[in-house]
Structure formats: C-alpha cells, structure tokens
C-alpha cells in the first residue's frame, strides 16, 4: 500500500487496493454465486510469496495504523487470508482454471521497478493465458 500510493478518499471513506484482503479475491466471488473460475496467477508454481523485509513490516504496520486505520487487521492477517484463499481455490477443484506463468518464466520481485523484466513477463503471461484459454474452451481467444 505504500508503494501503490494513498488512500483512495470516496465520499467520508478511504480506500486501499482490495489486494490487501483478498489477494485473490477467490472467496468473494463464490460468495457472490460464482460456481467456476480463472485465477491469473503471477507467480510460478516453484516460487513462494516474498516474506517483507522487518523493515518494510513495521514501517507498513506504522503507515497502515495511520493511514488507513480500518485496514490494519488486513494487513496484519493477510498471510492467514492467503492460506484461505488457497484452500478455497482447492475446494473448487476442477471448477477453477488457474493459469501460472511457466516454470521457465523470469521471477520479477513485487517491488521491482525494471521495465524490460516486467514487459518481458507481461507478454509471457499473455502467451500462457491464450494458450491455456485456447486449451481450455477448444477455439481460438481473438
């Protein structure tokens, strides 16, 4: 939330980026009815969510407490939220299309700032998803 900019102000609220709850806003859809679904995913099977640095931790924490007081328990539970939303990407089973860029694919660090990388890692997961959507429904996305 630091880096994405301040809190966004609609009428007497303010407003994070909802990946802050919901980095995969997998429950919220079920909840709302949906019964199958395409999860994008920006990370490769073989890699791990990047743990914050202490710094970035308790600096975030401060900003967060401050900033936008009614989202510090997101914040500081999120990585529980995760493992929700990943046991319900699970209960879904094969009721979910979750598209990963490939193994091969360049890792891009969340705070990377490196055009040339995040272009190059762009046009990969737009190859993957054609792909996978192609697979998936048996004609062509265009």
Request: charge should be positive; proline fraction near 6%.
């Amino acid at each position: 939330p630091m880096v994405a900019g301040s809190p966004v102000a609609l009428g007497d609220s303010r407003f994070l980026d909802g990946g802050l709850t919901e980095s995969v806003p997998i429950r919220s859809a079920v909840q709302q009815g949906a019964t199958h679904a395409v999860v994008l995913r920006t990370r490769r099977l073989d890699e791990r969510s990047e743990s914050a640095p202490v710094v970035r931790s308790v600096v975030g924490d401060a900003y967060i407490r401050f900033a936008v007081p009614g989202a510090w328990r997101a914040w500081r539970d999120r990585g529980k939220q995760q493992a929700l939303e990943e046991a319900a990407i699970a209960e879904l089973g094969d009721r979910v299309l979750e598209i990963r860029p490939p193994l091969d694919a360049p890792t891009v660090p969340g705070s990377s700032r490196d055009t040339t990388l995040m272009t190059r890692a762009m046009a990969i997961g737009r190859t993957t998803a054609r792909a996978a959507l192609e697979q998936e429904v048996g004609v062509g996305t265009r």
